[in-house]
């Protein structure tokens, strides 16, 4: 079993900057990816970005400029430092992390994030 926990959430004005982090414990596999997804009141879960255990990362057009994802390896931690907020990043963002033979993908309980105008 895999298990994942958020923290850094909150409430931010425009503008303004947040981290997130994630701390992953249990069975993870050495080559897993990891990630953030958000899903925002009446709207479908959308993936904010993705890192691979190599580093390759992907993202979101919306957030590309403005979010980085990061993590340390040595201890499943996945890190989400995201600038010049909008309104519209407001969403409860959940941590993920896919690995396993064959792979599995896990969910956090996830972080709320509001960002003001």
């Known amino acids: 079993q895999v298990q994942l926990v958020e923290s850094g959430g909150g409430l931010v004005q425009a503008g303004g900057s947040l981290r997130l982090s994630c701390a992953g414990s249990g069975s993870i596999s050495a080559f897993n990816t990891m990630g953030w997804s958000r899903q925002a009141p009446g709207k479908e879960r959308e993936v904010v970005a993705v890192i691979a255990s190599g580093g390759d990362t992907n993202y979101a057009d919306s957030v590309k400029g403005r979010f980085t994802i990061s993590r340390d390896n040595s201890k499943n931690l996945v890190y989400l430092q995201m600038n010049s907020l909008k309104p519209e990043d407001t969403a409860v963002y959940f941590c993920?992390?896919?690995?396993?033979?064959?792979?599995?993908?896990?969910w956090g309980q996830g972080t709320q994030v509001t960002v003001s105008s």
């Open positions: 993920s992390i896919r690995c396993g033979v064959p792979p599995l993908l896990y």
